[in-house]
């Protein structure tokens, strides 16, 4: 029975559908183009076994035809068989499922002569795969069924359950019997006709459908804004921005934030003139992740195929084409595979990655924009700060019982940077860029000789007046929700450490996007301000211990570690990033402390307290943790040994 379907496609892709009898190839599906399929010539000598597939031309119309073991998927990516039950023995049957640019399932039947035996619960079972929405679903073929059968038989019944329309059309067989029946879902076929066929003893049954009109999508594209940095030299930009600068004595005479901004104006006018910003569309696609180098080569290699078989229209061209395609469309499945497959075997014993792998096959949809404002996140932490203070209760003052001297030592300048100094740490740290910086870092490091003598002024004035220029004190913040399925509107959805500060300024050196460059520069500063106070407590003959001195180094996130160390007195003192606990001091795992040591503890600090005039004491809760000891009992043991004391104590929990 050959059937001819038009279901109001785009008129260059039109299909048609039918049971074929071409080249004696046996039952299967056929596809049939117009022209615009490609222009293939005539191919009508070919012999194909099943599992291939073969171009035919009728009627002016080119057919791709598919036999009924080929895996269309290989070839053109919109078809696919659907996955139909098996065993089914009374029946033939074939699939197709249209993916783009509309869903549609198409089943082709034949039916032998005969008695009916199990062909309505194999009809049963194979319409069961199909899923019950509004997708399209055309059920047509070669049932066998005389006109008084087709009611008594219980078919009409079965397919009116699955919501499937039957339409009448005049006899299909040169008999003059209706043998060929069309079932549509979910909206009745129209303009049924028949057309007797010489090479056939059945008629071409012709008819339309109507297939749900998609909304035009758009592709979203993602603005970018950009600088071709290629496109221009560093000795360009440093020769344009010293020609907009004053000379370095009238630079050196400006106020501090005169001279900031306008070394900064410069250096901005310099790449809006060489390297202006552009704009560019870019599709909002990610790459996928088992896509490596060799399918993208494999990619390359296709499409250059398409377009050379589109541009010549020649059969070789077109082999070579399908070639590729099947290649290409089996290393993407076996590369997907291998992917999942891989990230599974190493996260089945762990709960965490599995669930990660589930948002990589899954990705959740993207948080709608939010229309908070920096002022918003201020107040808003603003507030909680204030609230956590108001938590705590004020702490009586008592006075100390050592001496209180007079003098004390200040800080009151810091001594200047050397033009080299800046040069060496300049280069030497990352060249990352924020959005406020007037330049890119790893451009303002190339072109740091020239401008050497202007940023020297710029960090030694900064230094010697203990001001920050008003450009560097402007921040970037960028929020983060807690999880993407969070209301964006709720502030107090937003993770508290996402708020991390990207500003174009640094403690000591204002280098766009560094944070504390100068490590080396304030370890000198250290250095002196150590000797300094250990002049003075010389002076007034207080000793400095070393051995009970800490030297606490806080950097920045993005600070270059730094070995550092400082010398006082032939005794090395080394940076640590905590306190030393002075006091009970938390044994090793396997020597726990019990209530008796913690006890001898207690009377040994309560002794060196007596001894230096310590009128106050913070100490843990001790007792949680590994430690197994009672609080109560300890609470008790402390109060204990500093009853008849007047030590303030305070405890507090980690």
Same mark, same amino acid.
């Given at each position: ?18 049971? %074929? ?307 290409? %469309? ?75 001297? %007079? ?151 993005? %600070? ?95």
């Amino acid at each position: 029975m050959p059937v001819v379907v038009n279901p109001g496609l785009d008129r260059s892709d039109s299909l048609a559908h039918c049971i %074929s009898m071409d080249c004696k190839m046996g039952a299967g599906i056929a596809l049939s183009f117009k022209r615009t399929f490609g222009g293939v010539k005539e191919l009508l000598a070919q012999q194909k076994q099943p599992g291939q597939c073969a171009v035919l031309k009728r009627d002016g119309r080119f057919v791709y035809y598919l036999t009924q073991a080929f895996s269309s998927t290989k070839q053109r990516s919109c078809f696919q068989q659907p996955h139909l039950p098996s065993p089914v023995v009374s029946v033939s049957n074939s699939g197709v499922s249209v993916t783009s640019p509309i869903n549609l399932f198409i089943i082709v039947i034949y039916r032998p002569p005969g008695p009916l035996g199990n062909f309505l619960e194999e009809m049963d079972t194979l319409l069961s795969v199909f899923p019950s929405d509004s997708t399209p679903l055309t059920v047509l073929g070669d049932f066998n069924l005389p006109s008084d059968k087709i009611h008594s038989s219980g078919l009409l019944a079965l397919l009116n359950s699955f919501s499937l329309s039957f339409n009448s059309c005049p006899p299909t067989h040169k008999e003059g019997n209706v043998l060929d029946l069309v079932f549509t879902h979910p909206s009745p076929a129209t303009d049924m006709t028949v057309t007797p066929l010489h090479i056939s003893d059945h008629h071409l049954v012709s008819f339309s459908i109507t297939l749900p009109v998609l909304p035009k999508r758009n592709p979203q594209h993602l603005s970018l804004t950009r600088r071709n940095l290629h496109s221009i030299s560093p000795s360009s930009v440093a020769s344009c921005t010293l020609s907009s600068l004053p000379d370095h004595e009238s630079f050196s005479s400006l106020p501090l934030d005169s001279a900031t901004d306008t070394l900064l104006s410069s250096l901005s006018s310099t790449m809006d003139l060489l390297c202006p910003l552009s704009t560019i569309r870019k599709k909002n696609s990610s790459t996928a992740p088992w896509l490596s180098d060799v399918l993208r080569n494999n990619r390359r290699e296709l499409r250059s195929a398409a377009r050379k078989w589109k541009k010549s229209k020649l059969d070789t061209d077109l082999i070579s084409y399908r070639t590729l395609l099947s290649k290409f %469309s089996l290393d993407v499945t076996s590369a997907k595979t291998s992917f999942y497959k891989e990230k599974l075997e190493t996260s089945a014993q762990n709960p965490r990655k599995l669930h990660n792998i589930s948002s990589l096959l899954n990705p959740p949809a993207p948080p709608s924009p939010s229309s908070l404002t920096a002022e918003d996140f201020a107040t808003f932490y603003t507030e909680k700060i204030e609230r956590i203070c108001q938590t705590f209760t004020s702490l009586p003052t008592s006075p100390t019982s050592h001496s209180q001297h %007079s003098a004390t030592p200040s800080l009151t300048q810091l001594s200047t940077v050397a033009a080299e100094e800046v040069l060496k740490i300049t280069r030497s740290c990352n060249p990352t860029t924020c959005p406020l910086d007037p330049i890119p870092s790893a451009m303002l490091q190339t072109i740091s000789p020239d401008l050497l003598p202007f940023i020297t002024t710029v960090i030694n004035g900064s230094l010697t007046s203990g001001h920050v220029p008003t450009v560097f004190k402007k921040a970037r913040v960028i929020p983060i929700l807690k999880k993407p399925a969070l209301d964006p509107s709720d502030i107090s959805n937003y993770r508290p450490e996402s708020w991390n500060l990207r500003n174009s300024m640094g403690m000591v050196c204002f280098l766009p996007g560094w944070s504390l460059i100068s490590d080396t520069t304030a370890s000198a500063r250290i250095s002196a301000c150590l000797a300094d106070i250990s002049s003075w407590m010389t002076a007034h003959q207080l000793k400095l211990n070393p051995s009970k001195t800490e030297l606490l180094i806080i950097p920045g996130d993005t %600070s270059p570690a730094q070995d550092l160390a400082i010398s006082l007195s032939n005794s090395m003192i080394s940076p640590s990033a905590t306190a030393r606990n002075l006091g009970i001091t938390k044994k090793k795992y396997y020597n726990k402390p019990t209530y008796a040591t913690l006890k001898q503890s207690l009377e040994a600090m309560k002794a060196h307290c007596l001894e230096n005039g310590v009128s106050r004491l913070s100490i843990p809760r001790i007792g949680c943790g590994l430690d197994r000891l009672s609080w109560e009992k300890v609470s008790v043991i402390i109060e204990n040994v500093f009853q008849h004391t007047d030590i303030a104590i305070t405890v507090y929990s980690l």
